[in-house]
């Protein structure tokens, strides 16, 4: 391949540099993406020139990383990330360098990168400049280390959890001295925030390759992230690809298969590893604490459990119970949406009723009327059709008058 179409913004940034005398490339997974026929999401820019040069050439600019020579440039409401070429220093907490310098030469910027073919750089006048064979690689669907893997990954220590989840996303292998490399230092993954190992695993899970995830197990890495985890999986191992294999690309229902042998008396620190959001926490919670439950599709299970669970989380629940193999599972779905669709109670507050009215018609606030208003709930839930004011008034006052 001889070229590739690039955005008309990072073209013009491109450009811009050459008119003022600089190198300008795209370079990254934006080349990556171009040569495997898949349109970038987005675009890094590699220059000659250092920052201030770069925010003297355009209006609009920002600083992102400038002491690692990073400026962003805005082109129609759009970001573009501008790095000057640059040598990394030592690193001493495997993941950032100690100092930067930068550099005119786009060879020993492409040096410090972590695979060949994320170490292709392209503009429309020099072409591509591909010192590491990437083009090769991407060719053969291989995942190389620029130079000496083992330097890269010691480096940055998340580079190998990038590799497996590159291996997942795109199909590819990673090749023996590479994956040697990885193995060998995959106690490095410990010197990672959780928050990005967070970011790489919910990508590897969410990835097309499913078969790929087994990596994480295969190089030792998981064992380094999470002993209670890696030992969980222990016997499980097929069992659990099959599910991914199966299962909606939902980062709760993932991680909620990924974790599904992992004891209730201890999910809750196992989880308190990767940060989660306060949503999607209590999302895998909850089926976490449903993986063992049976599914039960009749109108009135399914009723009862979008009560107790709520609705996202019963919709999630049948999700994962699809991965899983519960050929139930699907009824389940379907007649939760045909619920849903008819309008059916299925929480307190979509009753006709409300606690307010009940102290209008003159019931004291308390226990007693939450029990009562819980009744009625348990009635409405049986028959969908009794959800009226005036029903429920007049259910509310029986069951009171009865004390049932």
């Known amino acids: 391949m ?152 010691r480096e940055d220590a998340l580079r190998m959890l990038r590799a497996v989840r590159f291996s997942a996303q795109l199909g590819f292998d990673i090749e023996p001295e590479t994956r040697t490399a990885l193995m060998e230092n995959a106690g490095l993954i410990k010197n990672i925030s959780s928050e990005r190992i967070r970011e790489e695993l919910t990508k590897l899970l969410l990835s097309e390759y499913t078969e790929k995830i087994s990596l994480l197990w295969e190089t030792g890495l998981l064992g380094y992230i999470s002993k209670r985890l890696s030992k969980s999986l222990q016997g499980h191992e097929q069992e659990i690809l099959g599910q991914f294999s199966r299962c909606k690309k939902i980062p709760a229902v993932l991680f909620a298969v990924l974790t599904q042998f992992v004891s209730q008396s201890e999910i809750k620190a196992e989880l308190s590893l990767y940060k989660f959001d306060n949503k999607t926490l209590g999302q895998i919670l909850v089926l976490n604490s449903l993986a063992k439950s049976e599914v039960l ?80 709930f348990g009635e409405v839930l049986k028959n969908p059709q009794l959800n009226t004011y005036e029903n429920l008034e007049k259910l509310a006052k029986e069951i009171f008058i009865n004390n049932i």
């Open 297 to 376: 599709s009749d109108s009135l299970s399914v009723r009862v459990t979008a009560a107790k669970y709520g609705i996202e989380n019963t919709r999630l629940f049948y999700f994962m119970k699809q991965a899983m193999g519960v050929s139930d599972a699907f009824c389940a779905e379907s007649t939760l949406e045909s619920e849903i669709k008819a309008g059916h109670c299925l929480a307190v507050k979509d009753m006709k009723i409300s606690g307010r009215d009940l102290i209008a018609l003159g019931f004291e606030p308390g226990k007693r009327m939450g029990e009562v208003i819980n009744a009625v």
């Open 2 to 153: 001889d070229k590739i179409i690039i955005a008309p913004d990072a073209a013009f940034i491109i450009e811009e540099l050459r008119k003022n005398g600089f190198e300008g490339h795209i370079v990254g997974g934006c080349v990556r993406d171009a040569l495997m026929g898949t349109a970038p999401h987005d675009y890094d820019i590699t220059t000659s020139a250092k920052p201030e040069e770069v925010k003297k050439i355009f209006d609009h600019t920002f600083d992102t990383g400038i002491e690692h020579g990073t400026v962003t440039v805005v082109l129609n409401k759009a970001n573009y990330e501008v790095t000057t070429f640059r040598v990394d220093g030592s690193y001493e907490d495997c993941r950032h360098p100690k100092e930067v310098s930068f550099t005119r030469d786009l060879h020993e910027d492409l040096l410090r990168r972590d695979f060949t073919m994320n170490a292709i750089a392209y503009n429309p006048y020099d072409g591509f400049t591909d010192i590491f064979g990437g083009m090769e690689d991407i060719k053969n669907k291989i995942i190389r280390g620029v130079g000496e893997p083992a330097e890269r990954f």
